[in-house]
C-alpha cells in the first residue's frame, strides 16, 4: 500500500507500473461519499504520456472554474469511465459498498482494460485486474488526481440539475453536503427521494415523516 511521501502529484507510480510490465495504468477516484443527498461518483482514467493536460491536482485544491477547464482536458486527451451509484444503491448496500461498486463499474466502463488499478485510499473494489490502494493518492498520482476531478465535476453537475428538479434545497450550492442551509431546508421541506435514509440525519426526519 503506497502512502503519500509529497504533495505533489507525479507520474511516478505510474511509470513504475510501466516498467514493471502494466501496459497501461488507470487511477480510480469517488466523490461524494459524505454528502446527506445525491449519488456517489466514480471515474477512472488512464492518461496518455505523451498529452498529460497542465495544472492537474486533487480536485479538492482546485477552483470550481479550474475543475471544469481540467475536466474537458482530461475527457479530450485520456480514456475514462465513469460510474455513479445512486441513492437507493447507498441505502441498500451503505456508503463503501457503493462506493466501491461505483469504482469497479467505471473501469469496465474504459474502452481498454488496464493492466494496473491505482486507487485512491485503503480499500480496494472488485476487479478482474491487479490493483494498489494508494492513501492519498489524489495528492500523490496524476491518474488517480484526473480521477478525482472527473468524478467531482460529474457529480456536481448531477446535484446542479436536481437542483432544477427539486428546488428550495439548495443542491447547486452545497452539493448534498450537510451544511446548516441544507439542515433548515431538510426541516422546512423534509426529506425528497434524493436524501439518503441510511445518513443518521436524514433517517431521524424520514422517520418523523412516517
Not at 505523451?50 to 486527451?77: F, Q
Not at 448496500?93 to 473501469?107: C, K, P, R, Y
Request: overall charge positive; some cysteine.
Amino acid at each position: 500500500m503506497a502512502r503519500r511521501d509529497s504533495a505533489r502529484c507525479s507520474f511516478v507510480l505510474e511509470d513504475d507500473a510501466h516498467r514493471s510490465g502494466a501496459l497501461t495504468v488507470a487511477g480510480i477516484d469517488e466523490a461524494g461519499r459524505g454528502p446527506w443527498a445525491g449519488p456517489v461518483a466514480a471515474a477512472a482514467v488512464i492518461l496518455d504520456r505523451r498529452s498529460i493536460p497542465a495544472g492537474i491536482a486533487d480536485s479538492k485544491t482546485l477552483s470550481e472554474t479550474r475543475r471544469a477547464a481540467l475536466y474537458d482536458e482530461i475527457m479530450a486527451s485520456a480514456q475514462v469511465g465513469i460510474a455513479m451509484a445512486d441513492v437507493a444503491r447507498i441505502d441498500r448496500d451503505n456508503i463503501l459498498g457503493a462506493t466501491l461498486w461505483a469504482m469497479s463499474e467505471a473501469v469496465g466502463r474504459l474502452a481498454v482494460a488496464p493492466g494496473l488499478c491505482l486507487v485512491d485510499g485503503n480499500r480496494l473494489p472488485r476487479l478482474a485486474m491487479p490493483a494498489r490502494a494508494v492513501i492519498g493518492g489524489d495528492g500523490l498520482s496524476l491518474s488517480i488526481a484526473a480521477a478525482s476531478i472527473i468524478a467531482k465535476v460529474t457529480r456536481d453537475r448531477f446535484m446542479a440539475r436536481l437542483d432544477d428538479e427539486l428546488p428550495g434545497y439548495g443542491f447547486c450550492r452545497h452539493k448534498g453536503y450537510g451544511t446548516p442551509a441544507h439542515h433548515a431546508a431538510l426541516k422546512r421541506l423534509g426529506p425528497c427521494p434524493q436524501h439518503r435514509r441510511s445518513f443518521k440525519p436524514v433517517r431521524a426526519l424520514f422517520d418523523a415523516d412516517r
